[in-house]
């Protein structure tokens, strides 16, 4: 087996990024795994925490930590100010127009399910319909079929080409029904990279009058996000993909639709006046952050955000952009090696199968090269059998991936058919 | 690569190419779906049962080399063998994979799986057709999963 070596010599990654300074703040980058440098390409799954993030939590809890809205003392005013200051660094993020309009939750998850419960269970009745796509994660379909089976609503799916790219007009037909009350697709899809063309299909929702939730969990990290120049009514992201701490979603909502809504969950922080006879809510967005919220998590969020805006999300999508290219042309010199998703708008990441050889077991192989990967269906079953595959491998990039480090994964990806081929 | 080795022996990169029984049974007297929820892998198990005997016993199904080449390695080892022993062979074969222990001689060529304990994050590839058979002669209608 003639397995061809490293060449990232050829020319230098064309992003002006400083690279040797971004990977020096992330401690957890200098290590060896199995003895082989850890070469890490989960970042769909979760990604890394620059220093900066790690400090911030640090000083958080060694500082001025305290719970947050009720004290009169310093260090509950300190830690008040913080989180609030990391909501207003979210609202900047997404250009939100109001700090009202973010709203901190768990994850991606909890934001959809809160607009599930909350706005869903205020509005779907018997016979309406919700409208998804066909390559949503079980995260932005579990939730509105929940909804669906209490309510008599039905689920509707937009399916994609073999590309992954969605057909708009399938889409734009299951809107015409006249029943539809709200579409909830993906920004970028975790199983396929596909970009979907958000802004075109929130118009075509907007031009029926059907209001729109979008699953940002994996587009922040890679793409700048404007919600107003979007208007999608719901943006929802977790933290854990945005470098920042996990354990903290935001669920972006338009401000006048959030107040029309009914709580998501009941108990302190969330109310104005409690008596045994009623309870009157509070003002947003505390009306949607019932109980103690992970306080040093929305701190170490906005570190993240800082962080990311130094270094300007047009050049980490520029350099991400680069090193997909470069990985998708060095990986598909492996015979019977078969890319999942080639849609033209595509990012950050790059799923593929290896003819007769498990996911499972190129995950393990690359492991012990050091290379860390996702094998599995990715929580988008429907994705796997759409292609009839039951898993792909995943290397997915973050803004400190380098080329040699996408040598270090085709090198290993040689070695997974040596090994299976011997 | 020579610890990989240690998990992809020669033994099951056979079986994985080459899995022994693997077909269905038209008409067993026991069957049951085992599922990794982790991976997405699925398999089935058939067992024809007479007088407490395993006369036969085949599987179906995708899954990883581990997951495949255990499973098949399973039907050559219980084919055969009396009901009564499959819980048996289990616990040793569940010992062999989760701990240091020595293979017992009596799991013959299982024996190959040891390497898995090194992979933690694959024991459940190793043990899913073994919970599907369990399943199945405890007669249980919903798929078994690992976890
Ligand atoms: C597209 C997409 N949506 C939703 C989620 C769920 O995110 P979380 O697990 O943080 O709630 C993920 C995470 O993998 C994702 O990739």
Redesign the interface.
């Known amino acids: 087996m003639n397995a061809p070596l490293a060449r990232s010599t050829t020319p230098v990654a064309r992003s002006e990024l400083d690279l040797a300074r971004i990977r020096a703040d992330f401690p957890i980058l200098r290590q060896r795994v199995h003895g082989k440098p850890l070469v890490y390409l989960d970042n769909a799954a979760s990604v890394q925490k620059p220093k900066a993030v790690i400090d911030a939590v640090g000083a958080c809890y060694s500082g001025y930590y305290a719970n947050i809205h009720r004290g009169v003392h310093l260090l509950s005013e300190r830690s008040t100010a913080a989180y609030e200051g990391a909501r207003e660094k979210v609202r900047a993020f997404l250009n939100a127009a109001s700090v009202q309009e973010i709203i901190f939750t768990r994850n991606t998850t909890e934001s959809i399910n809160l607009v599930a419960s909350s706005f869903g269970g205020q509005r779907v009745k018997a016979g309406d319909e919700i409208v998804i796509t066909g390559m949503e994660h079980h995260s932005n379909i579990v939730p509105w079929q929940l909804l669906c089976e209490h309510t008599g609503a039905v689920l509707k799916v937009a399916p994609f080409t073999d590309a992954g790219e969605l057909i708009l007009e399938e889409y734009e037909r299951l809107l015409d029904s006249g029943r539809v009350k709200l579409a909830a697709f993906v920004h970028l899809s975790n199983a396929l990279g596909t970009i979907n063309p958000v802004k075109t299909m929130i118009d075509l929702a907007h031009a029926r009058g059907i209001p729109v939730l979008v699953d940002g969990a994996q587009s922040v990290p890679h793409l700048a996000v404007d919600v107003r120049e979007l208007d999608c009514e719901f943006y929802a992201f977790s933290s854990h993909k945005l470098y920042g701490p996990s354990g903290v979603g935001v669920l972006y909502g338009k401000q006048a639709l959030l107040e029309a809504m009914p709580p998501y969950q009941g108990g302190g922080d969330m109310i104005r006046l409690v008596t045994f006879e009623k309870t009157e809510y509070a003002d947003l967005p505390n009306k949607f952050e019932a109980g103690t919220p992970n306080i040093a998590g929305v701190i170490g969020l906005g570190a993240a955000l800082d962080w990311l805006n130094a270094i300007g999300l047009d050049a980490v999508a520029a350099h991400e952009h680069d090193l997909l290219e470069y990985a998708i042309a060095r990986i598909s010199e492996i015979p019977e090696l078969k890319i999942m998703g080639t849609a033209r708008d595509k990012a950050a990441l790059a799923a593929f199968t290896m003819r007769s050889i498990h996911p499972h077991d190129i995950g393990t192989i690359l492991d012990r090269e050091g290379v860390a990967i996702r094998a599995g269906h990715h929580c988008a079953q429907p994705v796997m059998q759409r292609y009839g595959v039951p898993a792909t491998a995943r290397a997915s990039f973050a803004v400190y991936n380098t080329r040699d480090e996408v040598d270090s994964l085709v090198a290993a990806l040689w070695k997974v058919k040596e090994l299976f081929e011997s | 690569?020579s610890?990989?080795?240690d998990?992809?022996q020669e033994v099951i990169?056979d079986h994985n190419?080459r899995p022994r029984n693997f077909r269905v049974l038209p008409q067993p007297t026991h069957k049951a779906d085992g599922v990794n929820p982790?991976?997405?892998?699925?398999i089935s198990v058939f067992l024809d049962i007479e007088e407490g005997v395993i006369k036969d016993i085949a599987f179906q199904g995708?899954?990883?080399?581990?997951s495949?080449a255990s499973a098949s390695l399973m039907t050559e080892a219980l084919k055969g063998k009396p009901v009564k022993e499959v819980e048996h062979l289990f616990e040793a074969f569940h010992n062999v994979v989760t701990t240091d222990c020595e293979c017992p001689r009596g799991l013959g060529k299982l024996g190959v799986l040891a390497g898995v304990r090194d992979?933690p994050?694959?024991v459940k590839?190793a043990t899913l057709a073994w919970h599907a058979v369990r399943a199945a002669l405890e007669e249980r209608k919903q798929p078994v999963a690992t976890e």
């Open positions: 690569m610890d990989l080795r998990l992809y990169l190419k982790l991976c997405g892998d699925r995708a899954g990883c080399a581990i495949s992979y994050s694959r590839c």
